[in-house]
């Protein structure tokens, strides 16, 4: 194919895929601005004839703010822990030679196959047998079996590629091991720091099976599982959801456009090392 | 400033040994060349000075004190990596003061000794800039500066010149050198160089497969190479090696047979000869005849070299002579330069 076939039909492909990717999304932003009376009208419109900020305004109720309070302090609490954590595992994993090594690596990968349904009752029973359901430690330690073994598995990838002479040069330069990790190796995985938590993030803060299996009162509820409310019995106050589904992703995407450079760039040097 | 003992240090790795029971008396201030090929463990001896390996056994003595139990940092020693080693993260007035503000240095003295180590290596505008904006050259003396910025009492360079374009070697190693001379600190300079090693060292030990082979003055190991592979590998063009036989005061070949009447040995033997110690005759005026291999200019003086037996041999003649490729002429040994090392151990033999 030549250069002058080929560029329109990637083109078109591109738009192709673009659209089938953003158009839910889409579809999620023209709801949330569509008066009560007309979600369902028929035709269906792409655009609402009278958007409005209604949803919204009743969206942020204060049920709506503790939700986003327990999401941020849960999934806070979870990168906090997971990312010292799962660094300092990685920094031993990429500098020690071990003979069950590439015997963990595996099993890191392979607990990735299993569905969280699958895991969900023997971590319920767990949690509930150290007395830690409907707290948010129970789920704070519920995610990090999750993202610990992954983070662990990424950050490795960035630490191999930190050389080791520079840890050599920062020892002959007087530097305790620790104080050659926190000078030398933790700065230059910097970008694969970021990108791991941008991971954690996203897994977490959209996670729903855990958070409505491990919490019971309304108090406790996390913003995907608080969604809920909004399918009643009698119906689906569609607007309000949608309302709240975009103040749910704008966080997250907020984030990714700051950091989508360093995340993209992480995830691929990721990808080749691990 | 301190001498530096290595008493018989083994490294090994499984069953490989990388350095072989080696032993080194290294006095204060003096420049000592590790000199061998690639793989020979002269990085591997120079990371068991450092602390950056642990000897299999054998003891590390800096200022006659033991040091196998101090941690690299506790050896008062700087390093200067054949890859630089230089923190890509911080500016070079960080990278230069990095040791420093490990020493936790206060900050105004900081700035003060970095801005006079820059100064020393030429580097002082360079200071906010990051390593990856310099040139390898000028990397290598960021490197540099923070080996001499903490005065230490030993340098250990690992064939520092060796990423440098040939040019810019020259002109490092001769600032090197003067650097070494000035501030008196003991040096041990690895290299797989041999002009390196001839040219800034005070004393030359060369290793190979991790055993040590000869250690001395440059000059004294060029004229009395211990054995064959120190003659071979000392000298470009490297000495020329001919398996001979011995007797009754003659060296016999079957393409000659020189008298060498001072020489009290007999049998088989491998005669070893400087290319600039034979020389180039008419034919039949020499010790051999011989067609022209190949004749090449090397711009002071025309290498010359002839096949004998299986061998090349390169004969060093003056530039004003004129031979041509396929010429037969005459090919005459030095009398008072001969080598002689035994054909089973390499060892040098006689005199
Ligand atoms: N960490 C290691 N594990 C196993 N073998 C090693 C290790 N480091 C070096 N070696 C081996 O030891 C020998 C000497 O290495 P080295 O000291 O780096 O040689 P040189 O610096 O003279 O080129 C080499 O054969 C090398 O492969
Ligand atoms: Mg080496």
């Given amino acids: ?274 | 400033m301190a001498p530096v003992t290595l008493n018989s240090i083994t490294k090994r790795w499984g069953t490989f040994v990388a350095v072989d029971s080696i032993s080194l008396d290294i006095a204060d201030g003096e420049f000592l060349v590790l000199l061998g090929p690639s793989g020979c463990g002269k990085s591997t001896t120079m990371r068991m000075v450092a602390g950056l390996d642990e000897p299999t056994s054998g003891e590390v003595l800096i200022g006659g004190k033991v040091v196998n139990d101090l941690p690299p940092g506790a050896r008062d020693l700087a390093m200067v990596f054949q890859n630089y080693g230089l923190y890509p993260h911080m500016t070079i007035a960080q990278n230069i003061g990095y040791p420093l503000k490990v020493a936790r240095v206060p900050k105004a003295e900081r700035e003060r000794r970095v801005r006079e180590a820059a100064e020393r290596v030429e580097l002082a505008g360079l200071l906010d800039r990051k390593p990856s904006a310099l040139s390898g050259g000028q990397r290598q003396r960021v490197a540099l500066a923070r080996a001499i910025v903490r005065t230490p009492q030993l340098f250990l360079m690992d064939e520092p010149l060796s990423n440098l374009d040939a040019k810019l070697r020259v002109s490092m190693r001769a600032q090197l050198k003067h650097l070494q001379r000035e501030l008196g600190t003991t040096t041990i300079y690895v290299t797989h160089d041999q002009v390196e090693a001839m040219t800034m060292a005070d004393r030359v030990a060369v290793m190979r497969d991790g055993r040590l082979q000869q250690v001395g003055a440059p000059l004294e190991i060029y004229n009395r190479p211990a054995n064959a592979f120190v003659a071979g590998f000392l000298g470009n063009p490297s000495m020329n090696l001919i398996e001979v036989d011995v007797s009754d005061g003659r060296v016999r070949h079957p393409r000659f047979s020189i008298e060498a009447r001072d020489v009290r040995l007999s049998g088989p033997a491998i005669l070893g000869q400087r290319p600039e110690d034979m020389s180039v005759v008419n034919s039949g005026e020499g010790d051999f005849d011989g067609e022209v291999y190949t004749a090449e200019l090397l711009g002071d003086s025309v290498l010359v070299t002839t096949r004998l037996g299986d061998e090349l041999i390169a004969v060093k003649a003056d530039k004003s002579i004129s031979v041509s490729m396929g010429e037969k002429v005459g090919f005459r040994f030095g009398r008072s330069a001969l080598h002689f090392f035994s054909r089973e151990t390499g060892e040098r033999i006689g005199e």
């Fill in chain 1, 1 to 274: 194919m030549t250069k002058r076939i080929r560029y329109p039909l990637l083109l078109c492909l591109q738009l192709v895929t673009a659209t089938l990717v953003l158009l839910p999304f889409f579809w999620m932003f023209s709801v949330s601005l569509k008066p009560a009376t007309e979600p369902f009208a028929i035709p269906a419109q792409l655009w609402p004839d009278n958007p409005t900020l209604e949803n919204y305004i009743l969206a942020l109720r204060p049920e709506f703010q503790r939700y986003f309070l327990n999401s941020v302090i849960v999934c806070g609490a979870t990168l906090l822990i997971t990312i010292p954590l799962a660094l300092l595992a990685a920094y031993s994993l990429s500098r020690f030679q071990f003979r069950l090594l590439s015997v963990f690596l595996g099993a890191v990968v392979l607990a990735q196959f299993f569905p969280a349904g699958a895991m969900i009752i023997p971590l319920y029973k767990i949690v509930r047998s150290a007395n830690l359901l409907n707290t948010y430690l129970g789920l704070i330690i519920a995610y990090i079996t999750v993202t610990l073994p992954v983070a662990i598995w990424m950050l490795r990838g960035f630490l191999l590629k930190v050389p080791k002479t520079l840890e050599e040069a920062a020892a002959v330069d007087g530097a305790s091991p620790l104080r050659a990790f926190f000078d030398i190796v933790v700065p230059l995985a910097r970008p694969g720091i970021i990108a791991t938590s941008v991971f954690v993030l996203i897994v977490t803060w959209q996670e729903f099976l855990f958070a409505l299996s491990f919490t019971s009162s309304k108090e406790m509820r996390t913003l995907p599982v608080g969604m809920n409310d909004y399918i009643g019995q009698y119906g689906i106050r569609y607007g309000e959801l949608m309302a709240s589904s975009v103040m749910i992703s704008l966080p997250v995407i907020a984030i990714f456009f700051f950091l989508q450079r360093q995340f993209v760039a992480g995830l691929t040097a990721g990808a080749v090392k691990g």
